[in-house]
């Protein structure tokens, strides 16, 4: 039976694991764009060294939106990872203009950085990833292959014998150890010319940040009117009605209590279990506006106990240091019970997970299931109101669908810690 100081270090190694894993689709993704950048480069070059000949000014236009292109794919990919990196705009049409524009100079600098840094480190990690996979299994077929080619990863000796094999498996032991110290250093190491370089101006950055905070506002007075209709036609389609007939039924058993006790006893009765169903109305609709298991425990015991109770196997994979505001808590446990109601009714699925873990200053969120897919935000399902309520908290929302599945929901709120 493990000690309960194993579990602190089971833990912490899965979540290195897990960060390894992230950083390697990461550092991958950005061996892509490095790619990409190399094309740009070798066309921008093509193109300056025509211009020196007199005949490539017409192509620089094009050589520099090419860049820009390139540059706005590498921007997409950092904001999925992280902080956003906004677009700047298009490329001016006049040369002369474009070439005295700053973030055009700062896009053809990223270019060149990027071509060496995350073509180099995106190779490395590929090489390390692959080692690992085939010094690690190594034992296993290594009988099968010529004795000439039966090497190391990296080729250090002949192996002749089980003993010899089984310590190429532990060399990808090694690898597998050196991943997962190196791997989220390399990832951010790579990020790091594009977060310098391609990032806008400040004039850029502030309009942008004005116009999606002016967004956001419209959508939190929206949501907070919304809010009070949902709460509005619950206290009066359902707790009003309950007392009314209420007072109706108090009404009859006065009367009843002139003419026959039995008669008045039946209707206080009633009026009795019509008292108790508005009031379990009414704590329904008090726990709709902010759950008591918000306040009395944790964010992460709260979505526990939404697990429990999903018709669906859901397994909740939560850690959290520390309590948040109760405006993100409360968003992040309703956007979780909408899902998992949406999945118990709508998807079909034999099981669902959801994430929850602090990235810097946000909290990302992800619920997956394996259900049948093909959800649309416009089909009724909650997910606009889910999208709304999450915008007026300046975060984001995003869900992939795909018919056939999986359908996978990712959320990021800003914690404010």
């Given at each position: 039976m493990p000690s309960p100081d194993d579990q602190p270090n089971a833990r912490t190694l899965t979540r290195r694991a897990r960060a390894a894993f992230e950083a390697l689709e990461h550092i991958v993704a950005g061996l892509g764009s490095a790619v990409l950048a190399l094309i740009a480069l070798m066309f921008l070059l093509l193109v300056a060294v025509l211009i020196l000949v007199g005949v490539g000014l017409?192509?620089?236009?094009?050589a520099l939106r090419l860049v820009h292109v390139v540059a706005d794919q590498e921007r997409a990919r950092l904001t999925r990872w992280g902080p956003d990196v906004i677009s700047p705009g298009p490329v001016p049409a006049r040369l002369a203009d474009a070439l005295r524009t700053r973030s055009v100079r700062r896009?053809?600098?990223?270019?060149?950085?990027?071509?060496?840094t995350g073509l180099?480190?995106?190779?490395?990690?590929?090489?390390?990833?692959?080692n690992i996979i085939r010094d690690g299994t190594f034992p296993l077929w290594w009988q099968l292959i010529p004795p000439s080619d039966s090497t190391a990863s990296l080729g250090l000796w002949t192996v002749h014998d089980v003993p010899g094999a089984l310590l190429v498996g532990l060399m990808g032991v090694?690898?597998?150890i050196v991943s997962l110290l190196l791997f989220p250093g390399m990832a951010r190491l790579q990020a790091l010319p594009g977060r310098r370089l391609l990032r806008p101006g400040p004039e850029v950055d502030l309009a942008t940040r004005v116009a999606h905070l002016t967004a956001t506002r419209a959508a939190a007075l929206d949501a907070h009117s919304t809010e009070l209709r949902r709460i509005e036609r619950a206290l009066h389609d359902g707790t009003q009605n309950r007392l009314v007939a209420v007072n109706v039924l108090l009404g009859a058993?006065?009367?009843?209590?002139?003419?026959?006790?039995?008669?008045a006893d039946a209707a206080l009765g009633r009026a009795q279990d019509a008292a108790e169903d508005a009031l379990r109305e009414l704590r329904a609709v008090v726990r709709s506006i902010l759950p008591p298991v918000l306040a009395d425990r944790s964010l992460v015991d709260a979505l526990t106990a939404l697990a429990a109770s999903c018709p669906v196997p859901c397994r909740v994979d939560a850690d959290l240091p520390g309590r948040y505001a109760v405006s993100v808590e409360a968003t992040v446990y309703f956007v979780v019970a909408e899902a998992l109601t949406n999945i118990a009714k709508h998807s079909g699925a034999r099981r669902a997970?959801?994430?929850?873990?602090?990235h810097d200053d946000e909290l990302r969120l992800g619920i997956t299931d394996d259900g049948r897919g093909g959800a649309d935000e416009n089909g009724g399902s909650g997910l606009y109101g889910m999208r709304r309520r999450i915008e007026a908290h300046d975060g984001t929302f995003a869900l992939a669908s795909p018919a056939g599945g999986p359908t996978t929901l990712t959320v990021s709120l800003p914690c404010g810690l």
């Open positions: 017409l192509l620089a236009p094009m896009e053809i600098a990223w270019v060149g950085v990027h071509t060496c180099t480190l995106g190779l490395v990690g590929l090489t390390v990833s692959l090694g690898w597998a058993a006065r009367r009843a209590l002139t003419r026959d006790v039995a008669d997970t959801v994430l929850l873990k602090r």
